[in-house]
């Protein structure tokens, strides 16, 4: 899977997804070389990508405050659309069943 930048720039237009241009890096990475891939438990199709992160961006200068609440790094994607479903940190690996590493 690949980023192309018009998408990017597409998902970071509106206020509230400002954080996707400030995480860019962050989300290449977990997408290119993620911890943990696992399989929704209701929807086989989405893919949780995750990775363990020490920082997440809510501005350019802004990290989270607390990195224990906030240590994974999840993109959720439509596997067969090769689409991004949504970006979030999270303190815990959510997901069902492990795919990568097996």
């Known amino acids: 899977m ?11 237009l509106k206020k509230e997804r400002e954080h996707v241009k400030h ?6 990475e977990t997408l290119r ?7 929704d438990n209701e929807d086989p199709n989405v893919y949780f990508y995750i990775k ?3 920082k997440y961006y809510l ?3 802004i990290t989270t405050v ?12 439509d596997k067969n659309r090769l689409f991004i479903i949504t ?10 069943k492990q795919v990568w590493p097996h």
């Open 2 to 12: 690949s980023l192309l930048p018009r998408k990017l720039s597409s998902m970071s």
């Open 23 to 28: 995480n860019e890096q962050l989300l290449e």
């Open 33 to 39: 070389n993620p911890d943990y891939i696992k399989e």
């Open 52 to 54: 363990k992160t020490q």
């Open 59 to 61: 501005e350019p200068d």
């Open 66 to 77: 607390n990195v224990r609440r906030f240590r994974y790094f999840t993109v959720l994607v």
């Open 87 to 96: 970006m979030y940190p999270c303190s815990k690996i959510l997901g069902g």
